[in-house]
Structure formats: structure tokens, C-alpha cells
């Protein structure tokens, strides 16, 4: 088992018998990002904070049955989607993430696996200023990925913020793999474009 299994493993462990401690690094870490997914699906921050916190007692209260068929981000993903969509729905709202096709122009930017053939030019030395700027870079691409598009925002934060693997990010999104692939290219041309106009 790689480290990052074992500590997953352990995670849950300690999830399941009530550990505070985990529950707030896991809280601190998915929070920002299950609200930026939500809010792609109910589009209203305050909505969208609510769902997070729903989604967090569902955790609490599931954890003991979670059977690790996904994992523990997925699931707790799947539990945020499944709960925003009950409540777009609800509110006469749908948002659908697979918008099909493929977009021709996308393997001019990327490589086949999802990976930029030019890189933007990356600062040699670190100066006050320049870390002043990286961190308005930041806020800066915030933004943008708040502005994607809905699928386009899902995907882009399920797969690069929160590291989940391709086929899970599929299944969460109840996408097929070749469509989430073609909206996290479509994603990263604009953030792409968002960075360099801002270099």
C-alpha cells in the first residue's frame, strides 16, 4: 500500500471512531471546494454553503457505513453533488455536466494526457514583490474558476484541486470519461488564457 493509501486508511479509521481532529483537517481541506461545486449546481454561494454543511452531518452521521468503494473525498462528493442537485431541482433549477462532443482545437494547448505543451513562463527567483504577485495570481484564479461554467467548474475542481482519479470524477459527475476529459481541457484554455493575460 503507497503512504497516501495508509493515511487515507488511517483517516477513516480515526473518522469512524470520532476524532475531532481529522474531522477538522478533512473539513478545512474539502470545505472552499465543496462549496465552489456546489455552487455550480445551485448557483448561490448561500445555497451552496448550506449543502456543504448538510453534507458534512451526512458524513457524520454515514461514516460507520462508508463500504470504501470510492474514495473518502469521492465519496463525500458524491454525498455534496447528489444533495445540490436534490436542491437545484427542488428550486426548478437542472444543471447537466455532459454537454458531449469534443473540441478539435484543444490538442493545439495540450498534450494527451491533459498537460499543457507550453507551460506559461514561471518565475526564477523569489522576491517579496513576486510573492506578493503569485498571491494576487491566486485570488486572481479564484475568480476565474468561480466564472467557468458550471460542468466545466465541477470538473476542474474535483480533478485538479482535489486530485480525484478520472473514472471517479466520471462517476460523481455521472459523466463519461472521454466528455469530463474535454470539459477539464476546456477549463484549463481559459485558465490558461486568465494567466496569461495576468503575467
Do not use: C
Amino acid at each position: 500500500m503507497r503512504a497516501t493509501q495508509l493515511d487515507e486508511r488511517d483517516s477513516i479509521d480515526r473518522l469512524k471512531a470520532g476524532d475531532a481532529a481529522v474531522f477538522g483537517a478533512l473539513y478545512h481541506r474539502h470545505t472552499p471546494s465543496m462549496i465552489r461545486v456546489a455552487g455550480a449546481i445551485v448557483n448561490s454561494a448561500a445555497t451552496a454553503e448550506e449543502i456543504a454543511q448538510e453534507t458534512w452531518l451526512s458524513v457524520l452521521k454515514n461514516i460507520g457505513g462508508f463500504e470504501e468503494r470510492s474514495s473518502l473525498a469521492g465519496w463525500i462528493f458524491t454525498i455534496l453533488i447528489n444533495k445540490a442537485r436534490t436542491r437545484a431541482k427542488r428550486d426548478g433549477r437542472a444543471i447537466f455536466f455532459d454537454d458531449g462532443g469534443e473540441e478539435n482545437g484543444l490538442a493545439a494547448a495540450f498534450d494527451g494526457h491533459g498537460r499543457w505543451k507550453e507551460m506559461p513562463e514561471l518565475w526564477d527567483e523569489l522576491t517579496p514583490e513576486r510573492i506578493v504577485s503569485g498571491r494576487r495570481l491566486a485570488e486572481h484564479l479564484a475568480v476565474a474558476i468561480d466564472a467557468l461554467p458550471p460542468a466545466q467548474r465541477a470538473v476542474i475542481v474535483l480533478r485538479v484541486q482535489q486530485g480525484l482519479e478520472p473514472a471517479e470524477v466520471s462517476r460523481i459527475l455521472e459523466l463519461s470519461e472521454g466528455n469530463m476529459r474535454v470539459l477539464l481541457h476546456r477549463a484549463r484554455l481559459s485558465l490558461r488564457a486568465t494567466l496569461s493575460e495576468l503575467i
